[in-house]
């Protein structure tokens, strides 16, 4: 097996032990980016284990913040948190809250509001080009976070200003809160709307490492890159798959047990 | 004050590289001695608050302090989520930069009236208002923020406005400024923002108002209501003006900060703009005075 499917597979297995323990929502969410940050995390991006805040180090938001789990089980298999903390998500006070938090090491803006990951990304992005340095932004949008203006408005930004030291990566799963993405507000003819709006796009299997990994070290000149990453929601377990309820539930014992025994089968 | 602060900022950026300002395509025959200086640290990020507020806050997340300047109600309400979340939450070295504070563009109609902006700011436990009263207030405070970066709301009036001190004075947050003393009588008018000079008029004029002071104070946020009963307590009077709704305004940030000690409470007056001119359209001074902020309103 690969790094980064083993890597991937132990961020599902984690984020679903998490979740069953909290008794928190957005697992489909998180099953659903688990090959993006795999690969990013796994191949692509430059970071120091031992100094989380290192200057060379490229810049990861996650703008969908709900689907934190996944950050999380992936900064501790990648030893920038200890693989205790995991065990912490959802306690009172604990650093690991339900959407994505700054105070974790390793985590540049919490989010949880949508629509503010990719704005702050490009001051980000207009910070590091102002100081002539070579990192990179990445950040990781859901579709239905498309309806938000703010990210429209972001790429518009982007793309006049050339910002090509930014990755926008948009987890296409097709499902919203209450139905489908094309049943709420479509984004088709989503590609051709993101390269009318100036922006490098590569459309991609998200669950496929070689084409997330091509497209995720991919710069394109003088414009900002979009990554269209097709996903399943609740990807690697079957009963998640594709279910809006699994936008909220959390799985029981028997569920867990299940999900965990089908992502060992999977990948073996 | 638009001017003073155009000019502080400037100077402020030749000696520092992380100043940078951000501006919602607003600004035109104040920002451009920044922008022809500093070309990499100035963005005009178009007609898109949103974005200009959330890129504000990427730009300060990577060590810049970042000014965004535009008018009244949009670098405020129209991004207040992203001030709430990105910059206050955060602790971002952002200040929001409105200019046009109270009914400074009274003919311009509601969509340019800030009296709801205190209210808004106010609320966010790590901002920092600085509602300077005149051109000197405003270098005072424009010297304080550079010094001290941190979330932080700067309320200008527009341009014009009379000077009230000789020289720029020196201010902290929570303090109130004495500008006026009175040896007879310990009794105060307290001002923030650009109605010190309706202050001033007062008890500069007013035969019957001779014996009162005048405070200002430029620099108030919800940490530091803590220091206020302190201050409360040198007089048997105070006063309040301020060209915001009484609702979620400053005379109201005193009198919550008084509720520690009971007995300050019947020693507040506010005198803040009546609702009714939420709508109304007319040029500044009739607006305030509509509002009730008169010479005769204001007397006590």
């Known amino acids: ?268 | 004050m638009r001017n003073a602060f155009i000019e502080e900022l400037v100077a402020a950026a030749e000696n520092n590289e992380n100043i940078a300002l951000v501006v919602g395509d607003l600004g035109y025959g104040v920002v451009e001695p920044f922008a022809a200086k500093f070309p990499q640290r100035f963005f005009n990020a178009g007609v898109a608050e949103q974005n200009m507020m959330g890129l504000a806050a990427g730009l300060a997340s990577e060590g810049f302090h970042v000014f965004v300047y535009s008018i009244a109600n949009f670098p405020t309400f129209r991004c207040a989520e992203q001030i709430r979340n990105d910059v206050d939450y955060h602790k971002l070295s952002v200040t929001v930069v409105a200019v046009g504070g109270g009914l400074a563009y009274g003919n311009l109609g509601y969509s340019h009236h800030a009296v709801q902006d205190y209210a808004l700011m106010r609320v966010m436990p790590n901002m920092l208002i600085a509602a300077p009263g005149d051109p000197m207030e405003v270098r005072a405070c424009m010297r304080y923020l550079i010094n001290n970066p941190q979330p932080s709301y700067l309320r200008l009036g527009k341009a014009g406005e009379p000077c009230i001190h000789a020289d720029v004075p020196e201010v902290s947050p929570g303090k109130w400024l004495h500008i006026h003393e009175s040896e007879k009588s310990d009794r105060t008018y307290l001002t923030t923002g650009a109605t010190l000079h309706l202050a001033n008029q007062l008890v500069t004029t007013k035969s019957g108002l001779k014996d009162w002071s005048l405070c200002s104070m430029p620099l108030w946020s919800m940490q530091v209501k803590v220091m206020q009963a302190r201050q409360i307590e040198n007089f048997s009077a105070i006063v309040t003006i301020e060209d915001h709704l009484m609702d979620g305004g400053f005379g109201s940030w005193l009198l919550e900060s008084a509720i520690i000690q009971a007995n300050l409470l019947p020693r507040i007056k506010i005198k803040a703009l009546d609702h009714k001119v939420c709508g109304m359209v007319a040029k500044q001074s009739t607006l305030n005075a509509e509002g009730g902020l008169t010479a005769e309103a204001l007397c006590v």
């Open chain 1, 1 to 268: 097996m690969l790094f980064t499917q083993l890597l991937a597979q132990r961020i599902r297995k984690n984020a679903l032990e998490m979740v069953h323990k909290a008794k928190a929502s957005h697992i489909g969410s998180a099953l659903s980016i688990a090959d993006v940050l795999a690969v990013l995390y796994g191949q692509v991006m430059h970071f120091d284990p031992t100094n989380p805040s290192s200057e060379t180090r490229d810049r990861f938001i996650l703008s969908k913040g709900h689907a934190c789990v996944a950050v999380y089980s992936t900064l501790a298999e990648v030893g920038l948190i200890p693989k205790e903390k995991l065990k912490t998500y959802g306690d009172d006070f604990s650093w690991l809250m339900n959407h994505i938090s700054h105070k974790v090491p390793g985590v540049e803006f919490s989010t949880g509001a949508l629509g503010h990951g990719l704005p702050f990304g490009v001051g980000k992005v207009l910070a590091a080009k102002a100081r002539h340095t070579t990192w990179r932004t990445y950040v990781l949008l859901s579709d239905g976070e498309m309806d938000e203006g703010s990210n429209w408005e972001a790429l518009m930004f982007a793309a006049h200003h050339r910002l090509s030291n930014l990755t926008a990566i948009i987890d296409y799963n097709k499902l919203q809160s209450l139905n489908s993405v094309a049943n709420t507000l479509g984004l088709e003819p989503f590609v051709d709307k993101l390269k009318a709006f100036g922006c490098s796009v590569h459309e991609v299997d998200g669950h496929d490492h070689q084409q997330l990994y091509d497209a995720l070290s991919a710069q394109a000149d003088q414009k900002p890159t979009v990554i269209v990453a097709h996903t399943t929601k609740g990807k690697g377990v079957s009963f998640m798959e594709n279910k809006v309820e699994w936008h909220y539930k959390n799985p029981n014992d028997e569920q867990l047990t299940k999900a965990l025994a089908e992502l060992e089968v999977v990948h073996a």
